[in-house]
């Protein structure tokens, strides 16, 4: 079962521009995760997020959490051509249980 | 070097072919899982391990089968009843622990003749 819809599903900007993905989920949570894939590769870990963590910072990278609404956003700034790939939120919601991935959100930087 | 590896990186499948996916870590990671990828899309669980000897299904566990002998390795069986097989499939581990992220290899992609 899919838990997280990302938002949109795809998204072209250009490189210096600001980047913006959205993420929606169902049930409660114990933790949010973002990755990263470039094609025909696997996933990269970006960041993770608490249920009781509201934002968290990693270098270009920015999150965002309301569980109130079920919702997270990634958003990257300064976006480069680099960082053309598909992103990924993930969620765990309780103890060992297997990471729930979204169908993720297309991103084309275009230099 | 630390990491994942699965192999073949490209597989083909001849009708009522069985064919088994690798996937080996030297991380000392407890849990590993195998999720398949369609154009596109997001990924599926398919079969995860929590620990050696013990494994359960996913969402898409039928026409797939695993076996977790050793901590190291997670091999997946794509088996003939397995009808559409072609997709890009991943193997992923972590450590135990409720916020761990995931450590994924670098997929293979399975075909069919």
């Known amino acids: ?111 | 070097d630390g990491g994942i590896t699965q192999s073949p990186k490209y597989l083909f499948r001849k009708e009522g072919q069985n064919v088994t996916l690798s996937c080996e870590q030297n991380l000392n990671h407890d849990a590993m899982y195998w999720y398949r990828q369609d154009p596109g899309q997001g990924l599926r669980l398919i079969y995860y391990s929590q620990i050696v000897n013990d494994f359960q299904k996913g969402d898409i566990a039928e026409g797939y089968s695993v076996s977790r002998e050793k901590k190291e390795s997670f091999p997946l069986t794509v088996t003939s009843a397995q009808k559409n097989p072609t997709a890009f499939y991943l193997c992923a581990s972590r450590p135990a622990g409720i916020n761990e992220k995931l450590f994924f290899g670098s997929g293979t992609q399975l075909s069919v003749l």
């Not at chain 1, 992103?87 to 729930?100: D, E, H, K, Q, W």
Request: charged share 20%.
């Open chain 1, 1 to 111: 079962s899919q838990q997280g819809e990302e938002d949109p599903q795809a998204l072209s900007i250009q490189e210096g521009e600001n980047a913006t993905m959205n993420c929606s989920y169902k049930t409660s949570i114990n933790n949010l995760q973002w990755y990263r894939q470039n094609s025909g590769r696997g996933l990269v870990h970006l960041i993770l997020i608490r249920s009781n963590e509201r934002e968290k910072h990693s270098g270009r990278l920015r999150v965002t959490l309301d569980t109130s609404k079920k919702s997270s956003s990634l958003l990257i700034t300064a976006s480069r051509a680099a960082d053309t790939a598909s992103y990924f939120c993930a969620t765990s919601n309780s103890g060992n249980t297997p990471l729930v991935f979204g169908k993720g959100t297309r991103l084309s930087v275009i230099a």
